[in-house]
C-alpha cells in the first residue's frame, strides 16, 4: 500500500561544493582479450569479481565474469543471440543478463546464471518466459528488472530464482516502467518513460510503495535514469543532457546530493552502472571500461593507473519544474541500452 508520493520533478537552486576528501578515481579494467570493445556492468563485494559483456571481431557479443587482473570466463545464453551479462551479485555468484539484445525491447531475452550449479536459464512469470531485462541483483539474490505485457507495456518488476512475482507500482501512468537495482532494504531503483515527451525520470521505490522521482540537477538535463543501489544510501545512474551526451552520477539518497562521473577521455557516453556494498561502480564509456572508486585514498583497487576525477558535487532543492524543452533519447552509437 502506497503510504505516500514525493514527486521531484526538477531541482532547482545548484549548488556546487568543492572535494573536502580524496577525488574519485576511475580505475581502468582489463579489456577482454582480442575484443574489439569491452563493457563491464557489475561487481562483487569482493571488490574484484566483475561481469561484463565484450563484442569479438565478428560481432556477437558475449557474456564474461572474473577477476580484475583479467582471468576471465566467456559464456553465451544457449537459446538466443548475442549475450549481454547486466549484474553479479556480492558474492559472485549469480548473473543477470539478455540475449537478442539487437531486438526491441519486447524481444529481448532475460536470463539468471547460477555459477554454483552452471545453471543458466530465461526467467518466467506465471511458468511463462518473459521479455525484458533483468538486472541488479541484491543480497539475498533478489533481481530487479522489467518485462513486457501482451500489449506492449512494460512493467517493473523484482524477484528471485529465475522468476518474477511482484511487479513495482510506481502509480504513474507510463507505458514503460523499468527497475534496475535493489537492495536488501526492499528498495528498487530505475526510471519511469514519460509518455508525453517519451524521455525517462528517475526513480526510488520502497518496500511500502513510497515513491519518490528525481531528475539529475542540470538546466540542460534531458533524462534520468538509476542503474546501481546499495544498502549504504548510495545509489548510481545515468543522465542526458540535451546535446544527445551520456553523463553519469554516484547519488546519495540521505542527502539528495550528486556527484558526477563523466570520464574525461570520453566523447559521447559516459554510462555507470552496479554497484557493490562499498560503494565500487561498474562504468563504462566509449573510451573504455572502468571501476569508479568513490576516494582515491580509500580504494581497494590498485590505483596506479587511475584517472583522477574532479569531485563536482551538486545539490538541488525541490519545488521546481525544468524549462527546457525535451529533446529525443537517442542513445550514442556503442552505448548500451538504458
Given at each position: 500500500?502506497?503510504?505516500?508520493?514525493?514527486v521531484l520533478m526538477?531541482?532547482?537552486?545548484?549548488?556546487?561544493?568543492?572535494?573536502?576528501?580524496?577525488?574519485?578515481?576511475?580505475?581502468?579494467?582489463?579489456?577482454?582479450?582480442?575484443?574489439?570493445?569491452?563493457?563491464?556492468?557489475?561487481?562483487?563485494?569482493?571488490?574484484?569479481?566483475?561481469?561484463?559483456?565484450?563484442?569479438?571481431?565478428?560481432?556477437?557479443?558475449?557474456?564474461?565474469?572474473?577477476?580484475?587482473?583479467?582471468?576471465?570466463?566467456?559464456?553465451?545464453?544457449?537459446?538466443?543471440?548475442?549475450?549481454?551479462?547486466?549484474?553479479?551479485?556480492?558474492?559472485?555468484?549469480?548473473?543477470?543478463?539478455?540475449?537478442?539484445?539487437?531486438?526491441?525491447?519486447?524481444?529481448?531475452?532475460?536470463?539468471?546464471?547460477?555459477?554454483?550449479?552452471?545453471?543458466?536459464?530465461?526467467?518466467?512469470?506465471?511458468?511463462?518466459?518473459?521479455?525484458?531485462?533483468?538486472?541488479?541483483?541484491?543480497?539475498?539474490?533478489?533481481?530487479?528488472?522489467?518485462?513486457?505485457?501482451?500489449?506492449?507495456?512494460?512493467?517493473?518488476?523484482?524477484?528471485?530464482?529465475?522468476?518474477?512475482?511482484?511487479?513495482?507500482?510506481?502509480?504513474?501512468?507510463?507505458?514503460?516502467?523499468?527497475?534496475?537495482?535493489?537492495?536488501?532494504?526492499?528498495?528498487?531503483?530505475?526510471?519511469?518513460?514519460?509518455?508525453?515527451?517519451?524521455?525517462?525520470?528517475?526513480?526510488?521505490?520502497?518496500?511500502?510503495?513510497?515513491?519518490?522521482?528525481?531528475?539529475?540537477?542540470?538546466?540542460?538535463?534531458?533524462?534520468?535514469?538509476?542503474?546501481?543501489?546499495?544498502?549504504?544510501?548510495?545509489?548510481?545512474?545515468?543522465?542526458?543532457?540535451?546535446?544527445?551526451?551520456?553523463?553519469?552520477?554516484?547519488?546519495?539518497?540521505?542527502?539528495?546530493?550528486?556527484?558526477?562521473?563523466?570520464?574525461p577521455f570520453a566523447?559521447?557516453?559516459?554510462?555507470?552502472?552496479?554497484?557493490?556494498?562499498?560503494?565500487?561502480?561498474?562504468?563504462?564509456?566509449d573510451a573504455g571500461?572502468?571501476?569508479?572508486?568513490?576516494?582515491?585514498?580509500?580504494?581497494?583497487?590498485?590505483?596506479?593507473?587511475?584517472?583522477?576525477?574532479?569531485?563536482?558535487?551538486?545539490?538541488?532543492?525541490?519545488?521546481?519544474?525544468?524549462?527546457?524543452?525535451?529533446?529525443?533519447?537517442?542513445?550514442?552509437?556503442?552505448?548500451?541500452?538504458?
Amino acid at each position: 500500500m502506497r503510504t505516500s508520493f514525493k514527486v521531484l520533478m526538477g531541482l532547482s537552486s545548484l549548488l556546487l561544493t568543492g572535494a573536502a576528501v580524496a577525488d574519485p578515481v576511475l580505475v581502468p579494467v582489463t579489456p577482454f582479450p582480442n575484443a574489439s570493445t569491452t563493457s563491464v556492468f557489475g561487481i562483487a563485494d569482493d571488490n574484484n569479481t566483475i561481469a561484463g559483456s565484450y563484442v569479438d571481431q565478428d560481432g556477437i557479443s558475449h557474456g564474461f565474469y572474473g577477476t580484475l587482473d583479467g582471468n576471465y570466463t566467456s559464456f553465451d545464453y544457449p537459446d538466443g543471440p548475442d549475450t549481454q551479462a547486466r549484474a553479479i551479485d556480492g558474492g559472485g555468484m549469480i548473473i543477470t543478463g539478455f540475449s537478442n539484445i539487437a531486438g526491441a525491447h519486447c524481444e529481448l531475452v532475460p536470463w539468471e546464471y547460477g555459477l554454483e550449479k552452471g545453471k543458466i536459464k530465461r526467467v518466467s512469470r506465471d511458468g511463462v518466459g518473459i521479455n525484458g531485462i533483468v538486472q541488479g541483483i541484491n543480497k539475498v539474490g533478489a533481481f530487479a528488472g522489467d518485462y513486457c505485457d501482451g500489449e506492449g507495456v512494460v512493467h517493473g518488476s523484482t524477484d528471485k530464482n529465475y522468476r518474477v512475482k511482484r511487479d513495482v507500482d510506481t502509480g504513474i501512468s507510463s507505458s514503460y516502467t523499468g527497475e534496475r537495482a535493489f537492495n536488501g532494504f526492499g528498495t528498487s531503483a530505475g526510471f519511469y518513460v514519460n509518455d508525453n515527451t517519451g524521455l525517462q525520470i528517475g526513480t526510488l521505490v520502497d518496500k511500502d510503495g513510497n515513491v519518490t522521482t528525481i531528475t539529475y540537477p542540470d538546466a540542460n538535463e534531458s533524462y534520468t535514469v538509476f542503474e546501481g543501489l546499495n544498502d549504504h544510501n548510495r545509489s548510481d545512474g545515468q543522465w542526458g543532457d540535451t546535446s544527445g551526451i551520456v553523463h553519469s552520477f554516484e547519488y546519495n539518497t540521505k542527502t539528495g546530493n550528486f556527484t558526477e562521473i563523466d570520464d574525461p577521455f570520453a566523447a559521447s557516453f559516459t554510462q555507470a552502472w552496479g554497484m557493490n556494498s562499498s560503494g565500487l561502480i561498474a562504468v563504462t564509456s566509449d573510451a573504455g571500461p572502468y571501476i569508479y572508486c568513490p576516494k582515491e585514498n580509500s580504494c581497494p583497487l590498485n590505483t596506479a593507473h587511475a584517472i583522477r576525477l574532479n569531485a563536482r558535487v551538486v545539490h538541488g532543492e525541490p519545488g521546481a519544474t525544468r524549462n527546457h524543452a525535451p529533446s529525443k533519447h537517442v542513445l550514442p552509437k556503442g552505448a548500451a541500452r538504458q
